[in-house]
């Protein structure tokens, strides 16, 4: 489960929204607001490791530790207030909500109803599909998502009810990296 709760974590961190839909280039913290995989709800185990993530990572195994600091890089920096990810003005200039830093997921759909951004999505890579929706609604520097997303692969099938918040910090992205840099940087990102 532990695995689960910072796949969680990583994975919401590489979510963001194109500036149209009120993403500005610079440092933002993502506050996860509920997780439910599987029909359990894991937010309490999200808000431990976030809160904890030191500890976490020094519980995994050399090769797991290795693996999370290679996917994040410089490009996640998490404590207590949230997860802070950096946004390029490439990110930000997007005309459509990212699934993944890389914009290789994009979604098949965008509706733009005030300040409501619909948005659905169906991609497949490395043997994994991971298909979905989620609304993002916009205002005054904050941007709070629901998603709902099935994925699938060898392991089988899992279903995933996300809400987060983004809140934009400012400009300065306090050194951390973009997250579409460390996509560059990732082995087999394209």
């Not at 500005?24 to 185990?45: A, C, M, Y």
């Not at 994009?106 to 298909?131: I, L, M, Q």
């Not at 300065?172 to 973009?178: A, L, N, W, Y």
Request: net charge positive.
């Amino acid at each position: 489960m532990k695995k689960t709760v910072l796949a969680m974590v990583v994975m919401a961190s590489s979510t963001a929204y194109a500036q149209d839909n009120g993403l500005k280039p610079g440092l933002w913290v993502i506050t996860p607001v509920s997780e439910i995989v599987d029909g359990h709800d894991i937010s309490s185990q999200v808000s431990f490791v976030q809160a904890n993530l030191q500890q976490a990572m020094a519980n995994l195994s050399t090769a797991q530790r290795a693996q999370v600091q290679a996917m994040m890089g410089k490009a996640v920096s998490a404590d207590a207030s949230g997860i802070r990810i950096c946004v390029s003005p490439a990110m930000a200039a997007r005309g459509k909500p990212m699934v993944d830093p890389q914009g290789r997921c994009e979604p098949g759909t965008v509706t733009r109803t005030g300040n409501k951004v619909d948005f659905a999505f169906n991609c497949s890579k490395d043997g994994r599909t991971t298909v979905g929706k989620g609304v993002s609604t916009i205002g005054n520097d904050m941007l709070s998502t629901h998603l709902d997303m099935t994925t699938t692969d060898a392991q089988g099938s899992h279903t995933i009810q996300s809400e987060s918040q983004m809140k934009f910090l400012g400009a300065d992205c306090q050194g951390i990296k973009p997250l579409d840099t460390l996509a560059k940087k990732t082995p087999g990102a394209t």
